[in-house]
């Protein structure tokens, strides 16, 4: 799991621009999150407030609307994950954005930070993701959304061959499987990437010199 810069190679070359390369990916990546989850919060705040324009003319609370529930607002597993989800994003998204700051400038600590923090986040996408998300609450959010979409269709259309609701859960249950495994595979590539070029010798060897710069200088 370590990838302490005190003992960098012997004789290595150091690369302190892949050093800063990476800093400057995690400010990036860190920032297209931060941001994203800002949105994304404005978004669900949105659907929230809209839910009066939602629902059926003299139907149930907003709450209880069809379209509410294929965002997942009346599943409380859902709801769960969610805020979990952006409360361990947010925080480990302002972690990689201080490591990319201590990156750019070829600090040991920012490597150390974003080597504690990668790990952090595979856990948190094997935790989340694989158990959480695919085992707790895809089988109840793929029952609600099937529901939510047999609620929104016309039982006056006498369309046959509509799918059952066993149906719709299967196809929205596989739908939630790919999608989290796609985040799982997709979320764990920079983190592995990123980890193994902090472990070569060149990277090692610029992070040390960039410790020792300063007394030098003095």
Request: proline share 10%; glycine share 10%.
């Given at each position: 799991m370590s990838t302490d810069a005190d003992l960098p190679t012997e004789f290595a070359l150091p690369r302190p621009g892949v050093v800063k390369a990476l800093g400057i990916v995690n400010v990036v990546f860190a920032v297209m999150v931060l941001i994203g989850l800002a949105l994304g919060a404005m978004w669900l705040y949105a659907v929230a407030?809209?839910?009066?324009?939602?629902?059926?003319?003299?139907?149930?609370?907003?709450?209880?609307?069809?379209?509410l529930a294929m965002f997942g607002m009346q599943d409380r597993r859902f709801i769960q994950f969610t805020l979990i989800d952006v409360v361990t994003a947010l925080v480990l998204n302002l972690m990689m954005l201080a490591s990319g700051i201590g990156l750019i400038n070829v600090h040991r600590w920012g490597a150390r930070l974003w080597a504690w923090t990668?790990?952090?986040?595979?856990?948190?996408?094997?935790?989340?993701?694989g158990?959480?998300?695919?085992?707790?609450?895809?089988?109840?959010?793929?029952?609600?959304?099937?529901?939510?979409?047999?609620?929104?269709?016309?039982?006056?259309?006498?369309?046959?061959?509509?799918?059952?609701?066993?149906?719709?859960?299967?196809?929205y249950a596989i739908m939630n499987l790919i999608m989290a495994v796609a985040i799982i595979v997709l979320g764990?590539?920079?983190?592995?990437?990123?980890?193994?070029?902090?472990?070569?010798?060149?990277?090692k060897a610029a992070l040390a010199r960039g410790a020792l710069k300063e007394p030098e200088l003095t």
């Open positions: 407030r809209s839910g009066t324009a939602l629902r059926d003319p003299g139907g149930p609370p907003s709450t209880s609307s069809p379209a990668a790990w952090i986040k595979l856990v948190r996408l094997v935790v989340l993701w158990f959480f998300y695919i085992i707790v609450v895809a089988p109840s959010f793929s029952e609600s959304m099937a529901r939510a979409v047999l609620a929104m269709m016309n039982p006056g259309t006498g369309v046959k061959g509509a799918p059952s609701l066993g149906q719709l859960t299967r196809v764990a590539i920079y983190p592995v990437l990123s980890l193994w070029m902090l472990g070569r010798p060149g990277v």
